[in-house]
């Protein structure tokens, strides 16, 4: 037993913990910002004001993570976030095809967990910045609800990813709320007072089928008159959770200190609209559902931007500007609310979308008059009208993976983060970013430690693509279609395809590509032909075009809308390879094409949205290639560029290859300690981290068992692997003359393939 005397006050426990980095925030952000500089070596504080991390992902909130990708619904192909973020999105997709936020929540913690130099502190809330000279943070105060302790949090340099900038505000640091004026920057979108100069916050709600009749009495707060709700009519039985985005609340108000009086107005909503599913009796299919989960904290769009040395605007997203100091990319479209959010008579957004993805600056990651303070999350220094972009978890996770790869190299050589901004210093960040597995448009490295790059290459086969074989159903074009196609510098390769026409018919065909090589907007028109079509089979259907390709890109095969035409298609699936189609995309703002409002000048673009189909659907059209397409040669694995871009960027074996295997030889050896590979996990899928379910654990393309020899002799076996990059260190050093990598398996039906080969002392 133990007795305290009365006393006439107490201090609470108090703990100081030093580290290299204190992160505030454990979202997604915050997460993969700490894990990567863990990662580095440095010795990292995670202080997460919730029980739980992940932020708007985890099952408190449960927003899908989404990113440059826009649930495949625009222009970006293979765009999925790279490094931590991708290794995590991969692993919930492994473990949890299904989309349970719980079991989500655990894929993330256990990432953290498994960490050693990261100490994690839940339930901490910062609440106090201490100061040093030359306006320096020099520590920050928390305060845990569950242990009853005070941490004193103390380090050279300090990461604010805490969503509403509680560091970057308390320590003074230059900050905006609100819409800038369109003056400001130029920005054609920025939006009039009557839209509303903020965001608002969503609170969801997940309903289950229990078989039986459920009676639901709403709580006296729910909100009575559902009509009050311009869409009430859009609310079904069917659709719950972050579909319902657009349940959306508090744009008119302050979104940092008002949270809680907007949360009630989103939970009056939510138990109305329930309320209304289940009473009004224009619902008889949700006799049998429950209300299973309603959220307890709203999910938080925009409150304070803070300013970096350099301010991200609507013109670097929709021209995709060149940054020297660019760190990430971003994709979403340009996605403003009306403030007044469930309540607006206008639409629930307002999305408009680049030709192709944008780079994100480092300038823009860290403060421009604090100067040991990065920026992560939504705080970074980005305008309103471009902020409605960047504000997705996906490309925030990939900046904040940037601030921790430039908080290690500050580390390293004793740096502020304004400091690495000199050219040679970005540099070294972009290069190691890249080997980390981050994308960065237009972008790319040579890594000088990387042995790999002095080794000759070969395979035992490379895919020279003459056949896509008419194994699969018919495609009627219903729509539009096209193949996208990898093509050299030279003459177009002459085509063939196949097709059941059920009526005599003129078939139109275009060729197209993009304005530049790495964009997947195809824009323009290289070649067209309009052929004639008897009804019947038809085999082998010539397509010539007369063009010389200017330089390594992908084309488009366009098959124009025709209904009395259907196409064959391919099972074979190849890396790099995809079909897409002129469609509408309820998921995003896609209804075939971009169009600009008319006698309005938003400063935005006009283009047709070609998009792929989901798996298990999105079969390639059955066609013969003369010559064959040569894009997938092994000396594609030192390139530097483990995605497809303007072309495959990859090796790929020959689809009848019993035994694919590639070998880096060296005239003089070599002292290898490690080897990194990367895999093809399909970068188009978006991988949607809740609600949405996918079809496989593990991408079809995706090497399953490898065996990695040194000299000819066994050094390493890998099975079962489903994710992107491995890296096998060996127990000791080992001199090589030569280094083979076995693709023995995969997990489908794909030919085998490997993106990258990194080697290291």
């Not at 449960?62 to 999105?89: F, K, S, Y």
């Not at 469609?583 to 006009?606: C, H, M, Y």
């Amino acid at each position: 037993m133990y007795t305290a005397p009365a006393a006439d006050q107490r201090q609470l426990e108090t703990e100081t913990i030093e580290s290299d980095l204190v992160v505030v925030g454990g979202g997604m952000a915050g997460v993969c910002c700490a894990i990567t500089a863990a990662r580095l070596g440095l010795r990292v504080t995670l202080a997460q004001d919730r029980p739980i991390l992940g932020g708007n992902a985890s099952s408190e909130v449960r927003l899908w993570i989404l990113g440059a990708t826009a649930h495949m619904g625009n222009n970006n192909r293979w765009a999925r976030e790279g490094g931590v973020l991708d290794e995590i999105l991969v692993e919930n997709s492994y473990r949890n095809p299904e989309g349970n936020p719980l079991i989500f929540d655990t894929v993330v913690l256990e990432k953290v967990a498994e960490e050693e130099r990261i100490r994690l502190l839940l339930n901490t809330a910062v609440y106090e910045v201490t100061k040093e000279s030359g306006d320096r943070i020099g520590a920050v105060t928390a305060f845990c609800s569950q242990n009853s302790t005070r941490y004193v949090l103390r380090a050279p340099l300090f990461v604010d990813a805490s969503g509403d900038g509680i560091v970057g505000f308390m320590a003074g640091a230059a900050f905006r709320m609100g819409a800038e004026a369109e003056s400001e920057f130029g920005e054609k979108m920025a939006p009039s007072r009557e839209y509303g100069e903020l965001l608002g916050h969503s609170l969801y709600f997940y309903s289950k089928d229990v078989g039986k009749p459920v009676i639901f009495t709403p709580p006296s707060f729910a909100l009575q008159d559902i009509t009050t709700i311009p869409r009430f009519r859009s609310f079904n039985a069917q659709e719950h959770g972050c579909r319902l985005w657009w349940i959306e609340y508090g744009g008119r108000l302050d979104t940092v200190h008002a949270t809680e009086t907007i949360k009630w107005e989103l939970w009056k909503v939510v138990y109305g609209v329930w309320n209304y599913i289940k009473n009004s009796g224009e619902f008889p299919e949700a006799e049998t559902l429950t209300l299973e989960w309603v959220g307890h904290i709203p999910g938080k769009r925009e409150s304070r931007r803070f300013e970096g040395d350099y301010m991200l605007v609507q013109r670097d997203l929709i021209e995709q500007r060149l940054h020297a100091d660019a760190v990430a990319h971003g994709g979403w479209a340009l996605d403003l609310h009306p403030a007044d959010g469930v309540f607006s008579e206008k639409p629930g957004c307002n999305q408009w979308h680049s030709r192709g993805v944008y780079q994100i600056p480092y300038r823009s990651l860290y403060s421009r008059n604090i100067p040991n303070l990065f920026l992560a999350g939504r705080i970074i220094g980005v305008s309103h009208v471009a902020f409605s972009s960047t504000r997705v978890q996906g490309t925030l996770a990939a900046a904040a993976q940037a601030v921790g790869v430039a908080a290690a190299h500050c580390t390293r050589l004793g740096l502020l983060p304004r400091d690495l901004v000199a050219p040679d210093r970005i540099t070294a960040v972009q290069g190691e970013l890249q080997r980390l597995g981050q994308f960065i448009p237009d972008v790319n490295v040579k890594d000088e430690l990387d042995l790999a790059q002095a080794a000759q290459i070969r395979a035992t086969s490379e895919l020279r693509l003459a056949v896509l074989p008419a194994d699969g159903p018919r495609l009627p074009l219903d729509q539009a279609w096209a193949q996208m196609l990898p093509v050299e510098p030279g003459r177009m390769p002459h085509l063939t395809f196949s097709a059941t026409v059920l009526a005599p018919t003129a078939l139109r065909v275009e060729l197209r590509t993009s304005d530049r090589p790495s964009n997947y907007t195809p824009d323009v028109l290289l070649a067209e032909r309009e052929i004639q079509l008897q009804a019947g089979e038809q085999v082998e259907i010539p397509l010539d075009f007369d063009v010389e390709i200017d330089a390594q890109r992908y084309v488009f095969v366009c098959f124009r809308r025709n209904p009395d035409v259907q196409l064959a298609t391919s099972r074979q699936r190849v890396s790099g390879i995809l079909t897409a189609a002129q469609k509408w995309n309820r998921a995003v703002s896609n209804f075939g094409q971009q169009t600009a409002p008319a006698g309005v000048d938003l400063g935005i673009e006009n283009f047709e949205f070609w998009t792929p189909a989901r798996r298990p659907d999105g079969l390639n059209l059955a066609l013969t290639c003369r010559p064959p397409l040569t894009g997938f040669a092994a000396a594609n694995v030192t390139n530097g560029l483990a995605r497809p871009t303007s072309g495959p960027n990859g090796w790929v074996a020959a689809i009848d290859d019993p035994q694919p295997a590639i070998t880096l030889a060296w005239e003089t050896p070599q002292t290898i300690g490690s080897i990194e590979l990367s895999f093809d996990t399909d970068f188009d899928h978006p991988m949607e981290s809740v609600l949405f379910t996918h079809p496989e654990r593990a991408m079809p393309f995706c090497v399953k068992t490898l065996r990695v020899c040194i000299n000819g002799r066994e050094a390493a076996v890998i099975e079962n692997n489903y994710q992107t990059r491995r890296r096998i260190t060996l127990d000791t050093p080992r001199t090589a003359r030569t280094v083979t990598i076995e693709l023995v398996e995969t997990w489908g039906d794909a030919p085998a393939a490997l993106l990258e080969v990194r080697c290291y002392r």
